[in-house]
């Protein structure tokens, strides 16, 4: 009991549709023009769910082809779209989603190249299964299925019980949506967690967990503060009444450090990371600004001050107790981080093809 009075004592009480309001299709039409290109794809099939709830990692049939109706007749198209079979060899079942793909496809079609999520989470614990050179990059309906199969981090998305958790009662629909941004390489250092409560913006955590120098200049905390606070000022805050000014968003900075494109929302809950932040300072942060005991009008900044920074100095991959199956221990002898996800990433789609 005592555990549930701190909770509520330190985070606001949200309600199902408050929630909801972080989910991508709720916020991405309204911030789309400071946003990343994106695609939604909605409503999907039950069999698609069934699919990512499914044990182990492999493919639906025809996501690997040029066309995923190329090997099924007029017939059969519309049964294998909406179902799926028992796999007599291998005892598990079979889906295609031969719509999806083409929807997919399109999307790589106009943007290039994507990288996947869910309504909430996307799957960046899986990122190794794909070239390391190119994190999360989705050139074909595979690419995207492996991913979301390989994550942990989906789960929360599949399951109301977790995406509803911290609230009373349960929304009267919830639909899993598959969402498409346009990929493009991002420079990590540039990227900033910001935490609003009560319409404040109370601190902004570096992202990337990795020491920089620069980040340490002077005038850089003056600089990203500002820019953050102006982009935030003039686009979001007073602009989304329903998360009644709790909430936290994700931005990335132009290499000027001018201007931001938000990547993303989230709750302001225990369960989004408050990074480099405790939720316990945060909470001091809003007392003193609401009190005027305050004499700082930016938010507080955190960056990694130096190579011995705890976060810093730890050498484990991010996500490493996602990163590799007992199974692939002995193909990781005498290869680099990339030369392993690479053969990895071949030995299961090898497997798959199978």
């Not at 083409?102 to 899986?126: C, H, M, T, W």
């Not at 955590?205 to 340490?216: E, H, I, M, T």
């Not at 730890?314 to 990163?323: F, L, R, T």
Request: hydrophobic share 35%; with cysteine.
């Amino acid at each position: 009991m005592p555990a549930v009075v701190q909770r509520q004592a330190t985070f606001p009480i949200s309600s199902p549709g408050t929630i909801l309001a972080f989910q991508f299709s709720s916020w991405y039409p309204r911030f789309r023009q400071i946003s990343i290109k994106s695609t939604i794809i909605k409503p999907l099939d039950a069999s698609f769910l069934q699919y990512l709830n499914s044990d182990g990692v492999f493919l639906p049939d025809g996501s690997e082809n040029g066309s995923s109706q190329s090997t099924l007749s007029d017939d059969e198209d519309e049964v294998e779209d909406s179902s799926s079979e028992p796999d007599s060899e291998y005892g598990r079942e079979r889906f295609a989603f031969p719509e999806l793909d083409k929807q997919i496809r399109q999307a790589i079609s106009e943007y290039g190249a994507v990288f996947p999520k869910l309504n909430f989470s996307s799957p960046r614990d899986a990122a190794w299964v794909l070239p390391v050179s190119s994190p999360l990059r989705c050139a074909s309906p595979a690419d995207v299925y492996l991913l979301l199969k390989s994550s942990d981090f989906i789960s929360h998305d599949l399951d109301q019980d977790m995406v509803f958790q911290y609230c009373e009662g349960r929304p009267q629909a919830y639909e899993l949506e598959l969402v498409l941004r346009k990929w493009y390489p991002v420079d990590r250092v540039r990227e900033f967690r910001c935490f609003v409560r009560q319409d404040v913006l109370l601190g902004i955590s570096q992202r990337d967990p990795n020491y920089y120098p620069f980040l340490n200049e002077r005038d850089m905390e003056r600089r990203v503060t500002e820019a953050i606070s102006r982009v935030w000022e003039e686009n979001v805050k007073g602009n989304w009444e329903v998360t009644r000014g709790n909430y936290t968003f994700d931005v990335l900075l132009t290499r000027d450090l001018k201007r931001g494109h938000i990547i993303d929302f989230n709750p302001y809950t225990s369960n989004t990371d408050p990074l480099l932040f405790t939720y316990d300072e945060l909470l001091t942060l809003l007392q003193d600004r609401l009190s005027g005991d305050s004499s700082r009008t930016l938010p507080a900044f955190k960056v990694i001050d130096s190579p011995a920074h705890p976060v810093a100095a730890s050498n484990a991959p991010i996500h490493q107790h996602n990163m590799v199956p007992f199974e692939a221990l002995s193909l990781s002898s005498g290869k680099d981080i990339e030369e392993f996800a690479e053969t990895w990433a071949n030995e299961i789609r090898t497997s798959m093809r199978n």
